[in-house]
């Protein structure tokens, strides 16, 4: 599978790379720095400095095109609302526009646990910004025909894999999940296409990766 992976120099990211690699997947990494393509390209990725920020959706689709699938990984990295609203609600929209329009139908949307119409964040607390363009993203992800699945990890952390995960089938609730296990459920999700059309919540659990979305129900 040629798999795209936008936000390739983020820390999630730089954990999927070899796993895809592994796993025998040509693998496309955009970032916008040109200094960090060797840390890519390192990690097994293609390297393309392409600033998805400033792109319009025909610029994104013409980095698409060709590709099997496609992962959201990209983020403002909080601070600045105007940022936020541009990258994580804005450009990830258009990818999602891009990639019907470039014929890539594979979306994998790394979001948040808790995003959502309620995701209930008040508007004076910092983090709102970042909920609520989360939140219209994904949004816009559900109303496509793209087969899309937005994975929502708890709070991320730098801790070693554990390799198992609780979902919301198994009454998951907002905890934590080592950056680790977030890469290897991405790897997993793209290798199960039954998954298009579902909204997966986890954080660290008793259950393996592999055995947790096999048991998770489809919506489409």
Known sequence: MRILVIGGHGKVARLLHPLLAARGHDVTAVIRNADHAADVDGDGARPLVADVESLDTDGIAELLRGHDAVVWSAGAGGGDPRRTDAVDRDAAIRSMDAAAAAGVNRYVMVSYFGAGPDHGVPEGDPFFTYAAAKSAADAHLEGTDLAWTILRPSRLTDDAA??????????????????????????ETLERPGL???????????TPIADELDATPTTR
């Open 196 to 206: 298009g059309g579902s909204v997966i919540e986890f954080n660290t659990g008793p």
């Open 162 to 187: 554990t390799g198992a995960i609780e979902t919301s089938r198994t009454g998951a609730t907002k905890g934590s999940v080592p950056r680790g296990d977030v890469a290897r459920v991405v790897a």
